[in-house]
């Protein structure tokens, strides 16, 4: 258990559906990430948020939505994905942005496994 | 084009042997290393970090060593256990930033 929750764990999702993945943060974490990793793939960083700001947004499509209406909670909408969407989402946070630190560690969650048919 | 890689995807070891597990990469720009380690259904956890200013870090079976002239660092787990069993990945942090660049994993399986 790392403090951070995801939800669902598992979503199966048609071409046409809109559905959200929720992250929740337990420890009082700044900054909160959404990660997606594809089968035999490194994980691709996709938004991070700093104090419920965007500080970053790597080329994502814009079907993939993220909100973060407080630092404890992160949202990713999702709609009109197509099957090379489908990938395990991974949601990290921590305390400030530098990582060069123990305390500046990302902790991540268990992450939702998305299949889209 | 990938800034880290692990070229080898499996790696199985006996209980009690060591294990070392490799990682390459190419920004000269990039200053800290870190390990995760991922069980199946849990989100990666993180197991230690260098920077570049050293060339080793040590924290009780597990060793980090740091080769700036061949881009190159491992990570050697002495003894393995069972438990170890896991997906490693390495990921590196660059001078001028704090994004995580990662590896695809290398998937360990320590046998008894």
Known sequence: ?117 | DQQVKQNSPSLSVQEGRISILNCDYTNSMFDYFLWYKKYPAEGPTFLISISSIKDKNEDGRFTVFLNKSAKHLSLHIVPSQPGDSAVYFCAAIPTSGSRLTFGEGTQLTVNP
């Open chain 1, 1 to 117: 258990e790392t403090g951070v929750t995801q939800t669902p764990r598992h979503l199966v999702m048609g071409m046409t559906n809109k559905k959200s993945l929720k992250c929740e943060q337990h420890l009082g974490h700044n900054a909160m990430y959404w990660y997606k990793q594809s089968a035999k793939k490194p994980l691709e960083l996709m938004f991070v948020y700093s104090l419920e700001e965007r500080v970053e947004n790597n080329s994502v499509p814009s079907r993939f939505s993220p909100e973060c209406p407080n630092s404890s909670h992160l949202f990713l909408h999702l709609h009109t994905l197509q099957p090379e969407d489908s990938a395990l989402y991974l949601c990290a946070s921590s305390q400030g942005l530098a990582g060069r630190s123990s305390q500046e560690t990302q902790y991540f969650g268990p992450g939702t496994r998305l299949l889209v048919l």
